[in-house]
């Protein structure tokens, strides 16, 4: 069975040719990115931090969702579709995983994800999306935030699904919020 | 006492704790903030940018024997670090959910004490870093400021839940002093207990070295 850095690895791999980067070192100097450490992310053999793997999403103009667990629209726009090369079969469709878990990417270490509490996570704060007209990318680093402080603790399903809740509550009324202006700015600390 | 709704409080802004948090994250090299909010009769309301941490201490009530929420540390110190108190029996369990569950070193806590309020302001890392304890040593006031702005912009969700107290207002910025917490008062604090003596305002961004009595005794420094 192929893990999930492989398989994460060959789609990076796969978007990295489709936008026309030859080589990984031609694609890791163009971004800044040392070339052993991006090297090693293609094959598979060094975990992505969730940063680095938003940094690469913007890079290659990729959807971040696609890039971690595959599916079929990889990219976040249409004109950039069409550029699209053929992917390996080990590289497209679902991942094959155990019941109810599957591994994800973490800053250090490979840790195992709830996939029944992380899709909840991911339709209640996707599902503010046309109320907020809030980016993507907040999105995904506010459902990533949500998910890791409901996991981490030993509550049961509903006072999770509670937390869930009330979380995106916060989010539908602090993003409003979040247009007004700030008192304090960090350039007086 | 904890709030009776203290859990679910610790997940009603969480963007908004979020949001005013992650701003200073880079610039002040510090990964997590709590706000532990302690009103005059004792009662307990907190805030954190990782809810799950300040959940898992309150739901097995471990918050009455956690070390950095002890009187005897937040009525005696402006400052300590984490590793400095002393938790009550379960020091194993309250050490493993920081270091095992959210992976948090480095802690440290800043107090506050306002009309009688103590604003406890705890902050830490995720990742060891040998110059954490000097960086924050060298910029206790930064991180006073930051805990002070956190608290103005979560004061009016805080002021729900504490009737029949007004929550404290900050206005002025108070560096550093060490020590036992100096007592703040807003103008409002002062006329209803008339005879306190208010505190002077100082400087708000210098901390002074007082060498005059080294050079009255005529040694280097």
């Given at each position: 069975m192929t893990d999930f850095k492989t398989l994460l690895g060959s789609r990076l791999k796969a978007v990295r040719k489709a936008a026309n980067f030859k080589s990984a070192k031609e694609f890791a100097e163009k971004h800044n990115i040392p070339a052993t450490t991006y090297g090693q992310h293609e094959a598979g053999k060094r975990a992505i931090g969730v940063e680095t793997l938003l940094h690469y999403c913007d890079a290659l103009r990729v959807d971040p969702i696609w890039l971690l667990f595959g599916g079929k629209?990889?990219?976040?726009?249409e004109a950039t579709q069409s550029s699209l090369l053929t992917v390996t079969e080990d590289a497209a469709g679902q991942l094959p995983t155990p019941p109810g878990q599957f591994q994800m990417l973490d800053t250090d270490a490979v840790a195992t994800v709830d996939v029944k509490l992380y899709n909840k996570v991911i339709v209640a704060v996707f599902n503010t999306k046309e109320i907020l007209e809030i980016s993507p990318m907040e999105l995904i680093d506010f459902s990533m935030h949500v998910y890791n402080n409901v996991v981490a603790?030993?509550?049961d399903e509903a006072a999770k699904d509670n937390m869930i809740k009330l979380s995106v509550s916060s989010l539908i009324r602090g993003y409003s919020k979040k247009r007004q202006k700030y008192h304090m700015k960090i350039s007086e600390l | 006492m904890l709030h009776q709704e203290a859990l679910d409080i610790l997940y009603r802004y969480n963007y908004e704790i979020k949001r005013i948090c992650k701003r200073f994250y880079l610039k002040s090299n510090f990964e997590h903030l709590s706000l532990y909010l302690i009103q005059p009769d004792g009662g307990m309301v907190f805030f954190s940018d990782m809810p799950s941490h300040t959940h898992e201490l309150c739901k097995h009530q471990y918050h009455q024997l956690e070390g950095i929420l002890s009187e005897k540390y937040y009525k005696q110190f402006e400052f300590y670090w984490w590793r400095d108190v002393i938790h009550r029996p379960d020091d194993i369990k309250i050490e493993s959910i920081r270091s095992?569950?959210?992976?948090?070193?480095?802690g440290f806590v800043l107090v506050r004490k306002w009309n009688d309020f103590h604003l406890l302001y705890s902050f830490a890392k995720t990742k060891y870093d040998i110059h954490f304890e000097l960086n924050v040593s060298n910029r206790l006031n930064t991180f006073l400021k930051i805990g002070d702005h956190v608290y103005e912009e979560l004061r009016p969700f805080y002021a729900n839940y504490i009737e029949p107290y007004q929550p404290p207002k900050i206005e002025t910025f108070y560096p550093f002093k060490g020590g036992r917490p100096p007592a703040y008062y807003t103008k409002e604090y002062f006329i209803t207990h008339s005879g306190l003596l208010v505190p002077e305002e100082t400087e708000n961004n210098i901390i002074h070295f007082d060498f005059s009595a080294r050079q009255r005794q005529g040694t280097d420094s």
């Open positions: 629209k990889p990219y976040i726009t603790t030993s509550a | 095992d569950v959210v992976q948090l070193q480095h």
